[in-house]
């Protein structure tokens, strides 16, 4: 079993507290990506898991066993970087190898490992080369075969296609998530790219401020967000978020009417850009158009509802110009209604 089990974990730097008392569960094999924007703790609680940074309090259990005072060596797990620190002076062999040489490993040992590491990335025929004669993504692909060559119970990863390009990170992209899936390691994956995330994550656990906001699979958190910042940060274009009044159960937007909670007078409509449809009726929500993008795949529409900000997704067909009042069909089980003053969603009733 190689199930990770962060309990209550808190990290304090000085009067600051980085990490506000996390909890989190990681099942064995299972693929979870923490996702969050800089500074909300991600690769802190990462380093913790790792035992390069010491927690204040709590414990990080991995396969059953209290690893929380044990040095990085004895957790039975490997790391991938950022920067993939492949050593240029050693082959690609090597530099797969260097792990189970620290570890002493038999000769035959190392080759069948290096080997089936380098098979599962397709590398083997590069295996005789150095460093400098491999690209960006072949450097990354000896990384994560390093990695895997130790046969690690637990394998981190601090954001390590950030330094390629969009083609060549969409590539391994692909690529890491059928290895990881071959391999059957218990993944914990930090990034900030929600694209990302969402491609690979079996569950995403998304952070703000030092805690989770929000755990679950990818398309949980994408069309049930838990608060305003979840729906803000999941999805391209995010969720637009509309002030409306919401009296006696219902809110009107020109000539639409969402059934909404009674919870409160003002709330937030939360809508995704691709729920809405233009409305051949012309009644609906009035939404005028400021900017029109094509986006090749769709038209990306910038205008305001309401005089607030919104982007909406259109077919590339749809003949819509700038500066023109177009009308919205909505969905009202699409709708997202969250308080204004907590930023939390509100069930409605």
């Not at 040095?71 to 993939?84: E, I």
């Not at 040489?101 to 490992?113: I, L, T």
Request: net charge neutral; proline share 5%; with cysteine.
């Amino acid at each position: 079993m190689a199930d990770i089990v962060i309990d209550r974990v808190v990290k304090e730097f000085g009067s600051f507290r980085a990490l506000q008392e996390i909890s989190l569960t990681v099942n064995d094999g299972e693929f979870v990506a923490l996702l969050g924007p800089s500074g909300c703790g991600k690769t802190t609680l990462l380093r913790i898991i790792a035992g390069l940074e010491a927690q204040t309090s709590g414990r990080v259990v991995i396969g059953g066993r209290d690893v929380s005072d044990l040095a990085p060596r004895k957790r039975g797990l490997a790391m991938v970087f950022q920067n993939y620190a492949v050593f240029p002076h050693m082959t690609v062999f090597e530099n797969v190898a260097f792990g189970l040489r620290m570890q002493k490993a038999p000769q035959a040992e190392v080759k069948r490992r290096v080997e089936r590491a380098a098979s599962l990335l397709h590398i083997e025929s590069y295996l005789d080369r150095y460093p400098a004669k491999l690209s960006g993504g072949q450097r990354q692909r000896v990384a994560v075969a390093r990695a895997l060559a130790v046969e690690p119970a637990v394998l981190l990863m601090d954001e390590p296609l950030s330094n390629l390009d969009a083609l060549l990170r969409l590539e391994m992209r692909t690529e890491l998530k059928a290895v990881l899936r071959e391999a059957g390691t218990t993944t914990i994956y930090v990034t900030h790219d929600q694209t990302e995330a969402m491609g690979l994550a079996d569950r995403i656990a998304v952070m703000y401020g030092g805690k989770i906001d929000q755990i679950g699979s990818p398309l949980d958190i994408y069309a049930t967000p838990a608060t305003r910042f979840v729906g803000s940060f999941i999805g391209s274009p995010p969720m637009n978020f509309i002030k409306v009044r919401c009296s006696q159960g219902t809110a009107r937007i020109g000539d639409a009417a969402l059934p909404c909670p009674s919870a409160g007078t003002e709330m937030e409509l939360g809508l995704r850009g691709e729920d809405a449809i233009l409305s051949p009726s012309g009644s609906g929500i009035p939404f005028d158009v400021r900017v029109v993008e094509p986006m090749g795949s769709h038209l990306l529409l910038t205008g305001s509802i309401d005089g607030q900000l919104a982007r909406i997704v259109a077919p590339p067909t749809a003949k819509v110009n700038a500066g023109q009042r177009v009308s919205l069909d909505v969905d009202p089980t699409r709708v997202t209604w969250i308080d204004s003053t907590t930023g939390r969603v509100v069930a409605r009733d």
